[in-house]
């Protein structure tokens, strides 16, 4: 049986969540997000938020796709955090073990396809520095 999912109509049910912190939980998001599907070893989640999420990593690649509104990527590169802006209809691939974290001002509406893995769930600029001071 294949799943079939109205991801215009689920979006429509949820509400947006303003003010989103690295230490925002599930809970306190509730009725702005949903678990759509599982899909793989993972899941296919939807969510609607303004504000800055956590820095995270996943065992495999994320896929984010920003179905209204926009949202800014911070991946953590060789040199340090960068970041790119992800409009809607635009997608972006994040690869497996990436410090990565999205925020925006406006709120977003994102589609996501993803492995769980690490949090951070602090509000650092880089979460290298960070990671050298809870394992020091």
Do not use: C
Request: glycine fraction near 10%.
């Amino acid at each position: 049986m294949p799943t079939i999912v109205d991801v215009t109509a689920e979006a429509d049910k949820l509400t947006m969540f303003r003010g989103k912190t690295p230490k925002t939980t599930r809970a306190e998001r509730k009725g702005s997000t949903a678990d759509l599907a599982r899909y793989r070893d993972g899941l296919l989640l939807l969510g609607k938020s303004s504000g800055k999420g956590h820095w995270e990593t996943h065992p495999a690649d994320e896929l984010v796709w920003v179905l209204e509104g926009s949202t800014v990527l911070d991946i953590v590169e060789e040199d340090g955090p960068r970041s790119y802006t992800i409009g809607a209809g635009m997608l972006v691939i994040v690869p497996p073990g990436i410090w990565h974290r999205f925020h925006s001002a406006d709120g977003a509406t994102t589609m996501s396809v993803v492995v769980p893995g690490e949090n951070i769930d602090a509000d650092v600029d880089d979460p290298r520095s960070h990671l050298r001071t809870i394992r020091n």
